[in-house]
């Protein structure tokens, strides 16, 4: 039987440089655990754009089709900030999530315990807390027509109209429940069903896919109210599954929670492909980091951490990514740090390569 193949799309900015670190993470499993895949490179962002005249090429974008898993850096920084709308780094990365339709985004908020004191919130409340967020990424109010700027009567008035079918919301729902499956099975499912029809019909669908997964506990809740709920008493959370809209908000609070962009990743699901596996691109929450890049001072965690949920949700290697996290919680609760999570009061911060040095030395401890 071939490799499991995988597309690595650097990117700009940091991304080559947390990436490269990933690489020799990849081929750590290769070597060590007989793990091994089938990687290939291209490019996509900006440096798509500096060698096709656009941020991502159609050979690219054929072979995001056809590999298992795409693995994403960073897109974006200031040389391109002036390009055309059309053709601007972070393009190549909708064109990605469009032409390959995922439609559901997973966002763990995780806090490993050596940085605990990174959140704004109290130790106690954070410490432990594993969360996953399935946001609905391809409907809703941010695609939902009629939109636009339109005169009535002697004013403009905005519109934007959120709508959901039951397939999008179905199909997003049983990812959220596969992942529930896979981890403490309780999904929370929040919409505004008080004050939005869509939010009814999104209750009702969420109800129905319940059926299939008796094990899964479900709860309903208001999306104000899981708002408050998540900076309240954030682990009574396993599975949050929400739409577009809140999705994004309610994500970016949870990420918080945890303190450092740079140690967030995430992952892009789509429907499965003929071998099974769901279409799928991972990649780290943060961008290009233009402040700090060429300097050896990304933190490369976010991406190693999006590596380790490939293993998890696309190569079915729960036991690997276990491994893999362990590591990161391990070199962290060593003291091993890089500039992004040095506290004030000093100590000498690592550099990018020896933040990967320290994580190899964690998963061949881990043997
Ligand atoms: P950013 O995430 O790149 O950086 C925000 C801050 O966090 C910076 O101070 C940066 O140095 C720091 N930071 C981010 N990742 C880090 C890491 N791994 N290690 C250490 N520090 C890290 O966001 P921004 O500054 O708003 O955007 C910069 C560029 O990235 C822009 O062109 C933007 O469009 C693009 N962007 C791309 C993506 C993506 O590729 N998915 C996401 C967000 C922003």
Known sequence: ?????????AGDGIGPEV??????????????????????EDLVGGAAYDKHGVPLHDDTMAKAQEVDAVLLGAVGGP???????????ERGLLRLRKEMDLFANLRPAQCFDA???????????????????????????????????????????????????????ERGARAAFELAMKRDKRLCSMEKANVMESGILWREVVNEVAKHYPEVEVSHMYADNGAMQLVRAPKQFDVIYTDNLFGDILSDCAAMLTGSLGMLPSASLGAPMDN?????????????APDIAGEGKANPCACVLSFAMALRYSFNEGAEADRLEAAVEKVLADGVRTGDLMQADGGTPVSTSEMGDALLAAL????
């Open 19 to 40: 990436m490269d670190q990933v690489q020799r993470i990849i081929g750590w499993f290769g070597d060590k655990r007989g793990l091994k895949f089938d990687v290939s």
């Open 276 to 288: 099974g596996r769901p279409k799928a691109l991972y990649e780290p929450v943060h961008g290009s």
């Open 1 to 9: 039987m071939s490799n499991p193949s995988l597309l690595i799309l």
């Open 364 to 367: 061949d401890a881990s043997l």
């Open 79 to 89: 040389k391109y900030d002036d390009l055309d709308f059309s053709v601007k780094p």
């Open 115 to 169: 940085l605990a004191d990174f959140s704004s919130l109290k130790t106690d409340i954070v410490s432990g807390l594993d969360i996953m967020i399935v946001r609905e990424l391809t409907s809703g109010v941010y695609f939902g027509e009629p939109r636009g700027i339109f005169e009535e009567g002697n004013e403009r008035v905005g519109i934007n109209t959120q709508r959901y079918t039951e397939s999008e919301i």
